[in-house]
Nanobody, 123 residues
Framework: QVQLVESGGGLVQAGGSLRLSCAAS????????MGWFRQGPGKAREGVAT????????DYADTVKGRFTISRPNALNTVYLQMNSLKPEDTAVYYC????????????????WGQGTQVTVSS
């Protein structure tokens, strides 16, 4: 079955950086657009970044544009989220997800999810 395992979360001060990783197995990785989502305390899960099958097309939520970068070396079956200039409002559990067929920041597009990794940004 599909397994998505996130890592790289932690506690960081405002202005700092983290790189999240998501290792994928049980799927043909290169055929699936991928996305990163997050869910903050008391908030709904929201799309953060998405990337096409070959990595040539990306999209970001307005709140993270210019600060976050999604990438995917298909040879490693891994998708990354580089997060720079972190803010306290970025505090959330971050989830990796595999899309049914196209890139999107809408969670309904995704049918496979990881367990999540906690990111906490202190002020």
């Amino acid at each position: 079955q599909v397994q998505l395992v996130e890592s790289g979360g932690g506690l960081v001060q405002a202005g700092g950086s983290l790189r999240l990783s998501c290792a994928a197995s049980g799927l043909t990785f290169s055929r699936r657009p991928m996305g990163w989502f997050r869910q903050g305390p008391g908030k709904a899960r929201e799309g953060v970044a998405t990337i096409s099958r070959n990595g040539g097309t990306t999209d970001y939520a307005d709140t993270v544009k210019g600060r976050f970068t999604i990438s995917r070396p298909n040879a490693l079956n891994t998708v990354y989220l580089q997060m720079n200039s972190l803010k306290p409002e970025d505090t959330a559990v971050y989830y990796c997800a595999a899309s049914r067929g196209f890139i999107s920041l809408n969670r309904s597009t995704y049918d496979s999810w990881g367990q999540g990794t906690q990111v906490t940004v202190s002020s």
